[in-house]
């Protein structure tokens, strides 16, 4: 029970953070092109009880990646819609980016503390230590769901920003895939060697450069947390 509760604990902020924020700037950047929706309905908010969906949040804690009820944008409100919509899907990678890459400065800055004075000290040991298990998987899970998110298909941001890129004959034929997208995608993920062969070796990659010498620490983050 009581490894249950840590693991929660590590989990929980950075999970939130990731998933909720993703979805958050997609609504304000469909706000900035003239779509207001997001804030009509009360979604550019931070409060987990407007984004959160049920099994998307349970999936984080079983798979290590999950999903919040995606923010409704109408492009009709859009100047140029296809064009601004390529710039509101990006907007959602874009901020796990940058949440990865601040992860990633706290945990090397703790890393560098660790060679210090302090990282001898039994107490500085017992608080850093599940602060940087926490950063190490924000790290993870932030690069995680912007690759992830990034699959040219859609309803995931890369298939709406290939649908925004290809002429408009070839978008339409893109688009047709939407209702099977979620299908199509996990079929892909879990029937295929598309998971293994291309989307772990690029975030391990990612994971890995931006980490730096604190690698380890995120690698022992989510065999903690996971098991692998």
């Known amino acids: 029970m009581e490894t249950i509760v840590s ?17 958050v700037a997609h609504g304000y950047i469909a706000e900035r092109f003239g779509d207001p929706t997001a804030r009509l309905l009360g979604r550019l908010t931070l409060n987990p009880l407007k984004h959160l969906d049920p099994i998307g949040t349970i999936a984080i804690f079983i798979f290590g ?5 995606p923010v409704p944008v109408n492009s009709g409100n859009f100047r140029r819609p296809r064009r601004d919509m390529i710039w509101v899907a990006l907007a959602g990678p874009t901020t796990n980016l940058l949440l ?7 945990l090397r800055g703790l890393g560098v503390l660790d060679q210090g004075s302090f990282g ?11 602060v940087k298990m ?6 993870y899970i932030n690069i995680l769901l912007g690759v992830f998110n990034l699959i040219p298909l859609p309803p995931l941001d890369g298939g709406r920003v290939l649908i925004g890129i290809l002429p408009e004959h070839q978008a339409a034929l893109v688009s047709r895939l939407e209702p099977f997208g979620f299908v199509l995608i996990l079929f892909l ?6 998971w293994s062969l291309v989307l772990a070796p690029i975030i391990n990659t990612l994971v890995v450069f931006m980490a730096g010498p604190e690698a380890p620490m995120v690698e022992q983050s989510i065999r903690f947390l996971f098991g692998h």
Not at 100 to 106: D, M, N, Q, R
Not at 189 to 194: G, M
């Open 189 to 194: 993920v879990f029937f295929t060697d598309v």
């Open 65 to 69: 990646f999950g999903w919040a009820r």
């Open 134 to 139: 926490m950063l190490g998987f924000s790290l």
């Open 120 to 130: 001898a000290l039994q107490t500085y040991i017992q608080f850093t230590t599940p």
């Open 100 to 106: 990865a890459i601040f992860s990633a400065l706290l």
């Open 7 to 23: 693991k929660i604990a590590i989990m929980l902020v950075p999970a939130l953070l990731a998933i909720i924020l993703h979805e």
